[in-house]
T-cell receptor, first 114, second 112 residues
Framework: QQQVKQSPQSLIVQKGGISIINCAYE??????FPWYQQFPGKGPALLIA?????SEKKEGRFTISFNKSAKQFSLHIMDSQPGDSATYFC?????????????FGGGTRLMVKP | ETGVTQSPTHLIKTRGQQVTLRCSSQ?????VSWYQQALGQGPQFIFQ???????GRGNFPPRFSGLQFPNYSSELNVNALELDDSALYLC???????????FGPGTRLTVL
């Protein structure tokens, strides 16, 4: 099945805290795992992405941790800021598959309190 | 370099009507994908076009159809609109097939 399950559905974090969002997938053919950030009324914007040949990728305050054997990956936002308040989506795709379709998780609504 | 653009921004139609949504891909991008995002949910893949040919399709009925033009812009057509078609329709383009997908701002379709 081509499912990606994301948790939690919503998250409230204090300014300066760490936000952690988790995703699990089923299709072992997935080989590309991006995270998107979406503000109300806007399209999703690519935040950071990882391929399964590495277990961690860091870009600024954003880190993806990837566990291939558990088929799980997570997004960590360090020093969370009110401007990070948005909905975050994990996704997965199979780069060699027809259509290269992104399968998205259900989203996590993050609120960072000042 | 301009990003992905979509038109119109908002659209209101009645059940049974037909609608055409438009997307201009990012400069140099030859692949366009369309997604439907219902309120409070993640985007769902509709189909992808690569060099004017359909290159994959999600679980959507045939009344959802599309086109890609020689300049790589694209259209999404939906016939016989149903209330459940109310959603944000997103277009994403990528430089080459299999590359990172960059999304436009979407078209908000409301079916009454």
């Amino acid at each position: 099945q081509q499912q990606v399950k994301q948790s939690p559905q919503s998250l409230i974090v204090q300014k300066g805290g760490i936000s952690i969002i988790n995703c699990a997938y089923e299709n072992t053919a997935f080989d590309y795992f991006p995270w998107y950030q979406q503000f109300p009324g806007k399209g999703p914007a690519l935040l950071i992405a990882i391929r399964p040949d590495v277990s961690e990728k860091k870009e600024g305050r954003f880190t993806i941790s990837f566990n291939k054997s558990a088929k799980q990956f997570s997004l960590h936002i360090m020093d969370s800021q009110p401007g990070d308040s948005a909905t975050y989506f994990c996704a997965a795709s199979q780069s060699r598959g027809a259509g290269n379709m992104l399968t998205f998780g259900g989203g996590t609504r993050l609120m960072v309190k000042p | 370099e301009t990003g992905v653009t979509q038109s119109p921004t908002h659209l209101i139609k009645t059940r049974g009507q037909q609608v055409t949504l438009r997307c201009s891909s990012q400069s140099g991008h030859n692949t366009v994908s369309w997604y439907q995002q219902a309120l409070g949910q993640g985007p769902q893949f509709i189909f992808q076009y690569y060099r004017e040919e359909e290159n994959g399709r999600g679980n959507f009925p045939p009344r959802f159809s599309g086109l890609q033009f020689p300049n790589y812009s694209s259209e999404l057509n939906v016939n016989a609109l149903e209330l459940d078609d109310s959603a944000l329709y997103l277009c994403a383009s990528s430089l080459v097939l299999g590359d990172t997908q960059y999304f436009g701002p979407g078209t908000r379709l409301t079916v009454l």
